[in-house]
């Protein structure tokens, strides 16, 4: 609330000493908030689910401490494939991580995030297949090694 209080006297101020300014904010503000609703949505609805069908013991046994090579499969490929701003992905990774993901795997999904599947077309056009194979599997390799040294190093606090 006093971010929101201070957000608010900040936008008041420049409405009174530069109003095309605080009308060109008030745009982009609009333009954001319109271009990051349909993630949010889809977001919220994956934590609805997760909230009422995902158990547990079922994020333990996929996710979990002891999950395996398939809690990194399962983190790797959901990393990859998920879309939109990470911050809208921290609310669910928070919900999982409360069910029993573990911090590892937590950080192999953001990580892995780099990779976007919509634009390796565009990166094998200007960078070439070898490359472009390289540097996917040189992310997934790391994605690991960070998520050994984010579970070495975190403590867990939920």
Known sequence: LIVLAVISAGYAVLYFINGELFQKSIE????????????????FAVMFINFWFIKPEIVKKYLGEHSGIKGYVFAILFGIISVGSVYVWYPLLKDLRKSGMSNKLIAVFIYNRSIKLHLLPVMILYFGLKFTVSLTIVTILFSLIIGFV?????????
């Open 150 to 158: 984010v579970q070495k190093f975190s403590i867990d606090t939920i």
């Open 28 to 43: 982009k503000f609009l333009a954001l908030i319109i271009e990051i609703t349909p993630f949010l949505l889809i977001v």
